[in-house]
């Protein structure tokens, strides 16, 4: 099967390549930057219509509130032209192609009510500036293509994604209190990269049409992922130090929720769990529980915190 993917230089799509091709497909990648096949920006509705034809088209690429190039101002405009008009052109692309589409969204998408878990049958709703353009896109795909999936992730962790996680492995290495927003107690889900790329693999090969849901079994609070970075690193106990949810909700709605996004606040108050029986039932089995998945990303950063300094270089 020749596929296109888009995003192939981001940190699931360079997994998303890895995994196609291992499974056999020819892959064509784009990105607009990268070692790819084809570098350009979809948001260029010119560069969109070059792009080869395909049996399908994995859309990965997007930005999100971890995207280095977010800017303090403007960003509904940002994420609308990164997200919303480079699907739009992508889907104009390949309508009527026959393509199998399946698009990468965010468990963001669902709308965070507290209820103790999420599923393709739950309500969705944009509840900040970047699940508005992510519910915007999927409209589009779902307008445009007459063969569509969704693969939704919760939060993507493995070596590589930093977030939380890189200010909890620094002040665990360093023997320093960590500091937690908010109770920490209420579990939320993540996935391990390398699990969402196998999913897009399965939804691939069967054809799988709608949502499915990415998510590692057993989640574990924020608290628990301090817990298990601790043992990971060999560290003896560390002093968690709670910060107050409701003033950081202030602060972050004066901020224009530039300090915390409002979905990440949502978040940080009610369990954000995912219901993967869907999923499951295409024969698709995550290899990463949710400890796994922190104990991976803090050996990960723990790595990169110990290499040596070699000069200038490009983090993400």
């Known amino acids: 099967m020749h596929i296109l993917l888009t995003g192939a230089n981001g940190f699931l799509g360079r997994q998303c390549t890895r995994r196609l091709r291992e499974a056999g497909h020819i892959v064509s990648t784009t990105d607009r930057a990268g070692d790819v096949t084809l570098r350009g920006d979809l948001a260029d509705p010119g560069f969109a219509q070059t792009l080869p034809e395909a049996d399908a088209v994995v859309h990965a690429a997007a930005v999100q509130y971890v995207t280095p190039s977010l800017p303090l101002l403007g960003r509904r405009a940002w ?19 026959g393509a199998h589409f399946v698009n990468i969204g965010t468990s963001m998408m669902y709308a965070q009510d507290g209820s103790p878990q999420y599923g393709p049958q739950s309500r969705m709703q944009g509840q900040g500036v970047y699940s508005e353009s992510k519910l915007e896109a999927q409209a589009l795909v779902e307008q445009g293509m007459a063969r569509w999936a969704t693969v939704v992730p919760c939060i993507i962790g493995g070596p590589g994604r930093e977030g939380l996680f890189r200010g909890f492995v620094r002040a665990i290495a360093q023997g320093r209190p960590v500091l937690v927003p908010g109770a920490g107690t209420q579990p939320t889900a993540m996935v391990h990269v390398e699990d969402v790329a196998r999913l897009v693999e399965v939804v691939l090969r069967q054809g799988a049409l709608g949502f499915y849901n990415a998510a ?18 060999q560290a003896p106990p560390t002093r968690i130090v709670h910060l107050p949810l409701t003033p950081l909700r202030g602060l972050a709605a004066l901020s224009g929720w530039r300090l915390l ?56």
């Open 79 to 97: 994420f609308r032209r990164n997200n919303v008009e480079a699907t739009r052109h992508l889907v104009e692309r390949y309508r009527g192609s």
């Open 216 to 233: 590692a079994p057993r989640p574990l609070s924020i608290v628990d992922w301090v817990h298990e970075i601790e043992q990971e690193l």
């Open 261 to 316: 996004a409002r979905e990440q606040v949502l978040m940080l108050t009610w369990p954000h769990v995912l219901d993967i029986e869907r999923s499951l039932a295409l024969g698709w089995q995550p290899r990463h529980d949710n400890a796994l998945i922190a104990r991976h990303t803090a050996r990960h950063l723990q790595g990169v915190r110990a290499q040596p300094a070699t000069g200038a270089g490009v983090g993400h």
